[in-house]
Every structure is written in C-alpha cells, then in structure tokens.
T-cell receptor
C-alpha cells in the first residue's frame, strides 16, 4: 500500500534555529497538507498546498512557517526561527482530489523538540 | 467556531469488552465524518468514514460507527475489543466541500488481556 514518508522521525533543536521537515507524498497525489499535534492537544491543520501554491493556511501558520515542493517529489515544511511552543508532532498528508469526502493519507509524523 | 468533541479522553477495558467512543461535532451543514486510529509509533490510519447513505458504517478490524444527524454525533463502536486495539482514536470532520480536517482531541484506549 502506498505510504507518505516523513523525515526525520525526531529532531531536537535549539530555540531560534531553522528546521526543515521533509515529506514524500504518495506519487499520484496532488494535494498536500501539514498538520501538527502539540503533546496532549488535538491535531491541528496548518496548511494545504496545491499546484505549487498555498491553498489555505491556519492562523498558526505565520511568517515563521513556509512550505515548498522543491523537486516534484518532496514537500517540505520550514520553520525559520523555532520557538519553544513549536515543539509538536508534525504530520504530512496527501490526497488525489480536493473533495472534503476524499480521504487523506497521513505520514508517521516528525517529532520536533525545541529546547 | 466549528469543533469536534470527544468526551472520553482515556478508556481502559479488558479484552472482549464492548467499546463505544463518543464524538460530537458542532456544525449545522453538510459534514463528512471520519475516525482515524494511531497505533503506538505509527501514522494516523483511517478506520472508517461517512459521506452519505446508510448512517451505520462499517470499517476495518470490526469497528463501526453510527451517524445520528439529530444528535450531531458519530460514535465509534466495537462489540469485543482485543489487546491489539490499544491505540489513540481520533474523530474528524470536513465541512461541506472544504477539505480541511477538523480533529477531536483524541481518545486513548488501553486494552488489557
């Protein structure tokens, strides 16, 4: 079964450092997403991406965050200057149509710890 | 604001016990409803979904859920749980034709042999 793969599985960084989380979506999917889950809290939508541009973003996704599809296979989330409150599990997801009835396939997540 | 509520934060059961996890959403329009499961150390996996039609939907691993529109609920059930069902369970919705998933806070299920 096709999978969404994420790297790294766990990253520890110092506050103020830049972090890039990588995702390889399923190959025929065109719609890409990042969600995050702070420990003990609900999974929250960050951003959706289609046709090389952001479709929608949440209020969490401020100027410190950016997404990119640099080479046609990877989909990255960059945090420019990490804060303590960015510590969370970040999930990448993809699907092949924008319909709300279409099912997202999630990756296993990248755990980010900001010290 | 639209939200999804899961009232059971942590459920502990013995094997063979029956399971029902509550999920309520606050939105008056058309919704698509999902239950996802996250086994320890693994990714979120779809258990089942409801878009339209029969409000009782069956998913993988013997799980089912019933959409009750009048109660804005989509409770997850399993008649007899197994130790391997130990996981975190998330209810989620998309609203109308939007594709942004709104998640509940999750329910941690522990099943003891």
């Amino acid at each position: 079964e096709p999978e969404v793969t994420q790297t790294p599985s766990h990253q520890v960084t110092q506050m103020g450092q830049e972090v890039i989380l990588r995702c390889v979506p399923i190959s025929n999917h065109l719609y890409f997403y990042w969600y995050r889950q702070i420990l003990g809290q609900k999974v929250e939508f960050l951003v959706s991406f289609y046709n090389n541009e952001i479709s929608e973003k949440s209020e969490i996704f401020d100027d410190q965050f950016s997404v990119e599809r640099p080479d046609g296979s990877n989909f990255t989330l960059k945090i420019r200057s990490t804060k303590l409150e960015d510590s969370a599990m970040y999930f990448c997801a993809s699907k092949n149509s924008p319909s709300g009835a279409n099912v997202l396939t999630f990756g296993a997540g990248s755990r980010l710890t900001v010290l | 604001a639209q939200s999804v509520s899961q009232h059971n934060h942590h459920v502990i059961l013995s094997e063979a016990a029956s399971l029902e996890l509550g999920c309520n959403y606050s939105y008056g329009g058309t919704v698509n409803l999902f239950w996802y499961v996250q086994y320890p150390g693994q990714h979120l996996q779809l258990l089942l979904k409801y878009f339209s039609g029969d409000p009782l939907v069956k998913g993988i691993k013997g799980f089912e859920a019933e959409f009750i529109k009048s109660k804005f609920s989509f409770n997850l059930r399993k008649p007899s749980v197994q130790w391997s069902d130990t996981a975190e369970y998330f209810c989620a919705v998309t609203l109308g034709n939007t594709d942004k998933l709104i998640f509940g806070t999750g329910t941690r299920l522990q099943v003891f042999p």
